[in-house]
């Protein structure tokens, strides 16, 4: 009995935040879907009914959530280009959403003070530069689904830590006798490009990223000489 007394003492006192930076770690873990209140309480020492004293619901949890890994994001600056405040952003956003691809999921469907900070940010960026509201909301829309997209890519592709997947396309490759024969365009692909040396997936992200800007350039351009 002592020894429990001496273990409870001795541990820090639950919060929203550390009940919120605790549940993080455990979807970083394990991903979104084994987390609940019943095994964040255990990771916090604490029976799950107290939890409640310090959070309202599941979805208080899940909303600080969004807002730890949107607040590790860095905001679009209303300084300088605007394509290179924005081609930042959305490094800095994959960057943490391959630390954290539960979060893919959550980012869009949850409102929290965090989320409206980082859109806002974006459309100042944006705005300052004389892009139009309309032209605005194309870029939003097309620089967050693609940035999610390769983002829920990475997380699903069998990719090492360096963003090379010639592992598994050896094991493909290895699996269909006359591949060539079969998928002569895939067999070209791998061997002209995927299984070359200093081949990585996620070195995709950078020239993708690329054209859309530029193309947000070109139709900016037109749509002020128009």
Same mark, same amino acid.
């Given at each position: !009995?002592? %020894?429990?007394? &001496? #273990? /409870?003492?001795? +541990?820090?006192?639950?919060?929203?935040?550390?009940?919120? @930076?605790? =549940?993080?770690?455990?979807?970083?873990?394990?991903?979104?879907?084994?987390?609940?209140?019943?095994?964040?309480?255990?990771?916090?020492?604490?029976?799950?009914?107290?939890?409640?004293?310090?959070?309202?619901?599941?979805?208080?949890?899940?909303?600080?959530?969004?807002?730890?890994?949107?607040?590790?994001?860095?905001?679009?600056?209303?300084?300088?280009?605007?394509?290179?405040?924005?081609?930042?952003?959305?490094?800095?956003?994959?960057?943490?959403?391959?630390?954290?691809?539960?979060?893919?999921?959550? !980012?869009? %469907?949850?409102? &929290? #003070? /965090?989320?409206? +900070?980082?859109?806002?940010?974006?459309?100042?960026?944006? @705005?300052? =530069?004389?892009?139009?509201?309309?032209?605005?909301?194309?870029?939003?829309?097309?620089?967050?689904?693609?940035?999610?997209?390769?983002?829920?890519?990475?997380?699903?592709?069998?990719?090492?830590?360096?963003?090379?997947?010639?592992?598994?396309?050896?094991?493909?490759?290895?699996?269909?006798?006359?591949?060539?024969?079969?998928?002569?365009?895939?067999?070209?692909?791998?061997?002209?490009?995927?299984?070359?040396?200093?081949?990585?997936?996620?070195?995709?992200?950078?020239?993708?990223?690329?054209?859309?800007?530029?193309?947000?350039?070109?139709?900016?351009?037109?749509?002020?000489?128009?």
């Amino acid at each position: !009995m002592t %020894s429990t007394r &001496t #273990e /409870a003492a001795s +541990r820090p006192p639950v919060t929203r935040d550390r009940a919120v @930076r605790v =549940a993080v770690g455990l979807a970083d873990a394990s991903g979104i879907e084994s987390l609940s209140m019943r095994k964040l309480a255990r990771e916090l020492g604490v029976e799950a009914m107290s939890l409640y004293y310090h959070v309202k619901s599941k979805d208080e949890i899940l909303d600080g959530m969004v807002e730890v890994v949107v607040g590790e994001m860095a905001l679009a600056s209303i300084e300088g280009d605007w394509k290179t405040a924005l081609r930042e952003r959305a490094d800095s956003e994959r960057r943490v959403l391959r630390q954290h691809p539960w979060a893919i999921s959550l !980012m869009d %469907s949850r409102t &929290t #003070e /965090a989320t409206l +900070r980082y859109h806002d940010a974006m459309i100042g960026c944006l @705005r300052n =530069a004389g892009l139009s509201m309309p032209m605005v909301g194309h870029a939003l829309s097309l620089i967050d689904s693609y940035v999610h997209g390769f983002a829920l890519q990475e997380a699903s592709l069998p990719l090492d830590d360096d963003g090379d997947i010639s592992v598994a396309t050896k094991d493909i490759m290895a699996q269909q006798q006359m591949a060539s024969n079969a998928f002569p365009y895939l067999s070209e692909m791998a061997m002209g490009l995927i299984l070359r040396p200093g081949y990585a997936y996620g070195d995709e992200f950078d020239f993708g990223l690329g054209v859309i800007l530029s193309g947000i350039e070109a139709a900016h351009s037109s749509e002020r000489s128009s």
